[in-house]
């Protein structure tokens, strides 16, 4: 009985697998010829084509010349940029409102409760609105901003000094500096002095590119432009609300037993914290953390509203309405969202074993 | 959960079987209304009154479309669209007729699948400017941020204005025209860049509009123009005419008011061949033959329209100048009918 039972339910399954499959691949061939009969080549030869558009802000080199598929890049790093510091604020802020709701203090709890129910509670398109158009007001304009040390802050951004020249060193500072952090003993010291050498011949190779009020606006310098600000701020005040519930439900998931044990042991409040309860903690905090380092990324798309010129506003946006190639543009588009997503998700899947085991 | 799985199925065979149909016009007889693309809010084009009725100059094109068809401007469906999805809407045969602030380009023309049938309003992209700025002209704006929204012909214009005279400059592109306001508004650009037909329109929401000065330059030739898709040759036809009609209507004196009486009367016979009188010009497209007759008594000929939704009965006062007919100092021309 128990046999044939099986073999019934083995067959039901595949029968459903060959349905499934079926309609998949019915479905795609009519889309398909559907698609034939439009008057509308298809395919991605565009993107080899000249944008003749220009981009507010980018990490490569891009001007009208440059073509479609190197306006995608473009956009991409953008997303790629945004997404990224918005992470590291995210983090930063949620993992101290998270423990900050847990603290002794009555006043500071209270404050950390106030932060999550008001950005919880807020749409995120309106905290976009709020510190893109609430903030650029207060701002003055180019030719009576601030100026501290040489930096410019007006409605056009901020201008900061622009290092440059040492830049490898300073990459490899950093690596060397994470590995000291990483590695034991004899080669910590190692890595260390290595970083300490590098920073230096960074340092002595290094010029400064001033920023400089001329005309209209401010030239040279690095510059960071108000809709990359707002939208980080933005992003990363929302998604942080949603992180320091996630840290405080891990937190106090913990026995209590753990704590008052570390407290017997003579650890202070934060000395527990710090290496008794959030190690444990962490455990279950990654994989809901992971869904909203997600959720930042795709949120990151509102960009086109307060025109910071990420992969939807550049390549979903204007490359679509000059090139008209609908289908092509939101599959790649789609594709990067699924890509980042589904990478992002292994990182932290991988992280969270390696800390299970 | 089953039942639902197998609704969203056929939901999806539905969506993907649409795609063979019959003629455009049968269609649309069929269903008994014109879907008709417009803007999603665009003062003198297609806009929406309080009590939600559509208004404009496009909005009264389809009216016109569709009272050739019933006899009746109001059988039509106005479905707002943003300038992503115009083009998308128009193929895959959600809308009849895109009525929607359209350029007619030739990439517009040729790649996307649609034919434009005419030109309906002869516009330029402008620039709009602080006065304090104390600029003339648009040469004098090198190193300027252009507030302007994204998705349109408009950030093209932008790039080879400045481009081809070698000045720097920084588009900033907002989804929305209105944010893109806000943000010029609130000093963020030096410019704010549109169409000179609604450019005026915008300026009056500024907080200070007298503070603000529409500069003389035009950067770029825009002419708007209706489109249809390019597999219905009949139906390009009928809304092809149907713009021409309402332009011949002007140059020929036929109003809303005395388009009937002229169809009875004995007229002239360029007059009488266009309101059916004579001829036999509608069965061609697939109409009766007073077909123009029914579309100038519900909305007017050209002239009346522009006056009532752009011109001087409506509160935007734009000047007709290039749109002034073609014997009228203006280069409205509409091939005769005959």
């Known amino acids: 009985m128990e046999e044939t039972g099986r073999a019934a339910r083995f067959w039901i399954q595949a029968a459903l697998l060959a349905a499934v499959a079926a ?65 590291a604020f995210a983090t930063i802020i949620g993992f101290s409102v998270g423990v900050a709701r847990l603290a002794p203090n009555r006043l500071l709890r209270a404050v950390a409760a106030g932060y999550v129910e008001l950005f919880r509670n807020l749409p995120l398109l309106l905290i976009l609105f709020f510190f893109y158009f609430g903030v650029l007001r207060q701002l003055p304009p180019p030719r009576t901003g601030f100026e501290f040390g040489g930096a410019f802050l007006n409605n056009r951004g901020l201008f900061l000094p622009d290092p ?94 753990q704590g008052q044990a570390a407290a017997a042991l003579g650890l202070t409040g934060l000395q527990a914290m710090r290496f008794v309860v959030l190690p444990q903690a962490l455990r279950l905090v990654v994989p809901p953390l992971t869904s909203q380092y997600l959720n930042l990324t795709k949120n990151s798309s509102l960009a086109v509203a307060i025109a910071y010129p990420d992969l939807v ?31 992002t998700a292994a990182l932290l899947n991988w992280q969270n074993a390696r800390m299970r085991a | 959960m089953k039942r639902q799985g197998i609704l969203y199925c056929a939901l999806a065979l539905l969506f993907f079987c649409a795609g063979a149909r019959a003629g455009t016009l049968d269609e649309v007889k069929a269903r008994g209304k014109l879907n008709c693309g ?30 050739a068809i019933f006899d009746d401007p109001s059988k039509v469906n106005f479905v707002p669209l943003s300038s992503k999805q115009r083009f998308t809407a128009l193929q895959s045969g959600e809308i009849d007729v895109l009525s929607r602030v359209s350029t007619w380009t030739m990439q517009n023309d040729t790649a996307l699948g649609v034919n434009f049938v005419g030109v309906i309003y002869h516009d330029g992209q402008g620039l709009m400017v602080r006065k304090k700025l104390e600029v003339q002209s648009a040469l004098e ?81 825009e002419p708007l123009a209706p489109a249809v898709r390019q597999n219905d040759p009949q139906w390009e036809s009928l809304v092809r005419w149907t713009l021409f009609a309402l332009i011949n209507a002007e140059e020929l004196a036929v109003t809303k008011a005395n ?35 029914k579309a100038i008594r519900a909305v007017g000929n050209y002239g009346e329209i522009f006056d009532r939704n752009l011109g001087q009965q409506s509160p935007l006062k734009i000047d007709r100048g290039l749109n002034r007919l073609w014997n009228n100092g203006g280069i409205l021309f509409a091939p005769p009918v005959r």
């Open chain 2, 259 to 293: 388009a009937d009486k002229l169809s009875r009367a004995d007229a002239a016979p360029g007059v009488r061949r266009l309101l059916g009188a004579e001829g036999d010009y509608g069965r061609a497209i697939g109409l009766d033959n007073d077909w123009a007759l």
């Open chain 2, 141 to 221: 704006l090198s190193g300027a941020e252009v507030c302007t929204n994204t998705g349109t012909t408009t950030e093209l214009n932008i790039a080879d204005f400045f481009r081809s005279r070698s000045m720097p400059y920084k588009i900033v592109a907002f989804e929305k025209s209105d944010e893109a306001l806000k943000a010029y508004e609130a000093e963020r650009c030096d410019v704010y860049s549109t169409d000179a037909s609604s450019l005026s329109a915008q300026r009056v929401k500024l907080a200070q509009s007298e503070d603000h000065v529409i500069l003389p330059d035009l950067i770029s030739k």
């Open chain 1, 313 to 343: 506003s550049i390549f979903a946006g204007t490359t679509l309405a000059q090139t008209g190639q609908a289908v092509e543009i939101m599959a790649l588009t789609m594709g990067v969202y699924l890509t980042l997503s589904l990478a």
């Open chain 1, 23 to 87: 309609l998949a691949g019915w479905l795609i061939f009519t889309a398909w010829t559907n698609i034939g009969r439009l008057p509308v080549h298809f395919g991605l030869d565009f993107l080899s084509e000249p944008a003749g558009f220009s981009v507010l802000q980018t990490l490569i080199p891009f001007d009208e010349r440059s073509t479609y598929g190197r306006a995608f890049v473009v956009g991409l790093l953008n997303t790629l940029l945004v997404a990224a510091i918005g992470v």
């Open chain 2, 38 to 67: 417009v803007t999603q809010g665009l003062a003198g084009f297609s806009s929406t009154d309080a009590s939600g009725n559509w208004a404009g100059l496009d909005v009264d094109f389809c009216r016109a479309v569709a009272a």
């Open chain 1, 164 to 257: 440059q020249g040492g830049g490898w060193f300073l990459v490899a500072a950093l690596a060397l500096f994470a590995a000291a952090l990483v590695l034991k003993s004899r080669w910590r010291v190692l890595a260390g002095v290595g970083a300490a050498g590098a920073l230096m011949a960074a340092v002595a190779m290094t010029h400064i590119v001033w920023p400089e009020p001329r005309g209209l606006s401010v030239f040279g310098g690095l510059r960071l432009i108000p809709e990359l600000m707002a939208l980080v701020a933005a992003l990363a005040i929302y998604t942080a609300a949603y992180i320091a519930e996630i840290v405080r439900a891990g937190t106090q998931s913990v026995a209590r037993g």
